[in-house]
């Protein structure tokens, strides 16, 4: 059983940075990418940032510049660093990661429960 448990999120004033961490646990052989996607009321869900294993990364335009996402492949973490945050920044943030279980089966997604962050004028 694969577990993606988020951490991190808050109320913040606009401006203000917030640090969230997602880590996967269970019976994992190798993580092939892992990321974040927000979901704000009445919108679908978004990509937010993505990291690779080897570390590339790729950002949505609307947080370049100011989130930063990394990893640490020995914890199975990733973290996303925002900071500049908006009030459009509001949303339920989703951890996802492209996994394996066993070196016989092929990568499956996973979903973390959702972490909210909201941001206050």
Do not use: H
């Not at 009321?41 to 510049?65: D, F, H, M």
């Not at 020995?74 to 945050?85: D, E, G, H, I």
Request: charged residues 15%; aromatic residues 8%.
């Amino acid at each position: 059983q694969v577990q993606l448990v988020e951490s991190g999120g808050g109320l913040v004033q606009a401006g203000g940075s917030l640090r969230l961490s997602c880590a996967a646990s269970g019976s994992i052989v190798s993580i092939n990418d892992m990321g974040w996607y927000r979901q704000a009321p009445g919108k679908q869900r978004e990509l937010v940032a993505r990291i690779t294993r080897g570390g590339s990364t790729n950002y949505a335009e609307s947080v370049n510049g100011r989130f930063t996402i990394s990893g640490d492949n020995a914890k199975n973490t990733v973290y996303l660093q925002m900071n500049s945050l908006k009030p459009e920044d509001t949303a339920v943030y989703y951890c996802n990661a492209d996994l394996r279980v066993s070196v016989l089966t092929p990568l499956r997604n996973y979903w973390g429960q959702g972490t909210q962050v909201t941001v206050s004028s």
